[in-house]
């Protein structure tokens, strides 16, 4: 069974710093994409951050670059969100989610789902003074 389970949320305020946990199970970590993605209360889930399952790449949301930081350690099999200089518009429920690269073809195309194998239940972040 897979399993992905985020922690590290909480309340913060303006300018600080949060730093989420994704620790995954029934997976190999290093075979997957591993990406961060948040919804605020009445706005679309929105991609803020992703790394490759080689480790090399890394990619960030507008708002994201210059201020998050994904990692993994995958000794640990877990992936990491930091989150500096917080502004109050980054309160979201943050998801943990992994796509196994072989599966992009199928799931944008030929079943025109998400491309999305698992979710992790989220985690609340609230900026605010």
């Known amino acids: 069974q897979v399993q992905l389970v985020e922690s590290g949320g909480g309340l913060v305020q303006p300018g600080g710093s949060l730093s989420l946990s994704c620790e995954v199970s029934?997976?190999?970590?290093?075979?997957?994409?591993m990406n961060w993605y948040r919804q605020a209360p009445g706005k679309e889930r929105e991609l803020v951050a992703g790394?490759?399952?080689?480790?090399?790449?890394?990619n960030y949301s507008d708002s994201a670059k210059g201020r998050f930081t994904v990692s993994r350690d995958t000794a640990k099999s877990t992936v990491y969100l930091q989150m500096n200089s917080l502004r109050p518009e980054d309160s979201a429920v943050y998801y943990c989610?992994?796509?196994?690269?072989?599966?992009?073809?199928?799931?944008?195309?030929?079943?025109?789902?998400?491309?999305?194998?698992?979710w992790g239940q989220g985690t609340q972040v609230t900026v605010s003074s």
């Open positions: 790394i490759s399952s080689g480790g090399y790449r890394t």
């Open positions: 029934g997976l190999v970590l290093s075979a997957f994409d």
């Open positions: 989610a992994a796509l196994h690269p072989s599966s992009l073809f199928r799931h944008c195309v030929l079943w025109r789902t998400e491309p999305i194998d698992y």
